[in-house]
């Protein structure tokens, strides 16, 4: 900040005319850190949201599936002790629909967890752009420096100028 400042009120003194477009590099760097922070704070907080609503939806139906499990095993039971053989085997069916419901659970939690892996690897990209935003800005710092670097000689350059048209007017 220190050293943009200087730059400003070096060039609002001696090159005004460069003031605006120093400004308005400043103003595009500023948007594209900001822009970029806050995509990312975006994909951060959507990430912590669907990991959290995928673990609450996994233990939710696990619980629901456990006591389901529980009720229908001591109906079940309470069943056997009463009915003949024939009961057996519709109690045997009905297990059978269970863990036919229980593949279908691991199937829901096989695809919630491909969307969690899908998420992690938007996050990667995420972070891959934010390097990438990194690098820019710095090959942006490097540019400016050089930009300043030019500038200082050409002040230099106009400053000979100056002095060999002063001889000159001297001489004449």
């Given at each position: 900040?220190?050293?943009?400042?200087k730059?400003?009120?070096k060039?609002s003194?001696?090159?005004?005319?460069?003031?605006e477009n120093?400004?308005?590099?400043?103003?595009?760097?500023?948007?594209?850190?900001?822009?970029?922070?806050?995509?990312?704070?975006?994909?951060e907080?959507?990430?912590?949201?669907?990991?959290?609503e995928?673990?609450e939806?996994?233990q939710?139906?696990?619980?629901?599936?456990?006591?389901?499990?529980?009720?229908?095993?001591?109906?079940?039971t309470?069943?056997?002790?009463?009915?003949?053989?024939?009961h057996n085997k519709?109690?045997k069916?009905v297990?059978?629909?269970?863990?036919?419901?229980v593949?279908q659970?691991?199937?829901v939690?096989?695809?919630?967890?491909?969307?969690?892996?899908?998420?992690?690897s938007t996050?990667?990209?995420t972070k891959?752009e934010?390097?990438k935003?990194?690098?820019t800005n710095?090959d942006?710092?490097?540019?400016?420096?050089?930009?300043?670097?030019?500038l200082?000689?050409?002040?230099?350059?106009l400053s000979?100028?100056k002095?060999?048209?002063?001889?000159?007017?001297?001489?004449?």
């Amino acid at each position: 900040e220190t050293e943009i400042w200087k730059l400003w009120n070096k060039l609002s003194c001696e090159e005004p005319r460069l003031l605006e477009n120093l400004e308005e590099f400043l103003a595009k760097v500023t948007s594209q850190i900001k822009e970029a922070r806050k995509e990312k704070e975006t994909l951060e907080i959507m990430l912590k949201k669907r990991i959290s609503e995928h673990n609450e939806e996994v233990q939710r139906l696990y619980e629901e599936m456990e006591q389901q499990m529980r009720e229908e095993v001591k109906r079940l039971t309470h069943e056997r002790d009463n009915r003949s053989s024939i009961h057996n085997k519709e109690m045997k069916n009905v297990i059978d629909l269970k863990n036919t419901e229980v593949q279908q659970l691991i199937s829901v939690q096989d695809e919630l967890e491909r969307e969690l892996h899908n998420l992690r690897s938007t996050e990667k990209v995420t972070k891959s752009e934010n390097e990438k935003l990194k690098r820019t800005n710095q090959d942006l710092e490097h540019h400016l420096e050089k930009i300043r670097d030019q500038l200082s000689e050409a002040k230099g350059c106009l400053s000979e100028m100056k002095e060999k048209i002063m001889q000159i007017e001297a001489e004449k």
